[in-house]
């Protein structure tokens, strides 16, 4: 399984940005999929999460801002960042979490390579 992300870049405040992640492989289903970040310096957090069903849990600092959503049928998970800050400069990676596979069962915590994203003031 592998996932790969694109769609950062640099933007103003006030901007917006949609994230994609892919994921590719001998996929059944993926049970939960989501974003993190990781600003030089800091911890990685959590941005978003959704499961298959569409259950969704943000991070408070981006509830109203940001709007995950996924397709399942593409096996995509995206990210859809409104009114951005300075402070959401970080690396965004993707995450998926029990993935179920042709061939082996379930699978666990795979990460995307990390897409950048800069919010100038």
């Known amino acids: 399984v592998q996932l790969q992300a694109s769609g950062g870049g640099l933007v103003q405040a006030g901007g917006s940005l949609r994230l994609s992640c892919a994921a590719s492989g001998s996929i059944r289903s993926i049970a939960v999929m989501g974003w993190y970040r990781q600003a030089p310096g800091e911890e990685r957090e959590l941005v978003a999460s959704?499961?298959?069903?569409?259950?969704?849990n943000y991070a408070d600092s981006e509830k109203g801002r940001f709007t995950i959503f996924r397709d399942n049928a593409k096996n995509t998970v995206y990210l859809q960042m409104n009114s951005l800050k300075p402070e959401d400069t970080a690396v965004y990676y993707c995450?998926?979490?029990?993935?179920?596979?042709?061939?082996?069962?379930?699978?666990?915590?795979?990460w995307g390579q990390g897409t950048q994203v800069t919010v100038s003031s």
């Open positions: 995450h998926a979490d029990r993935v179920a596979t042709m061939t082996s069962g379930f699978e666990y915590d795979y």
């Open positions: 959704i499961t298959r069903g569409g259950s969704t």
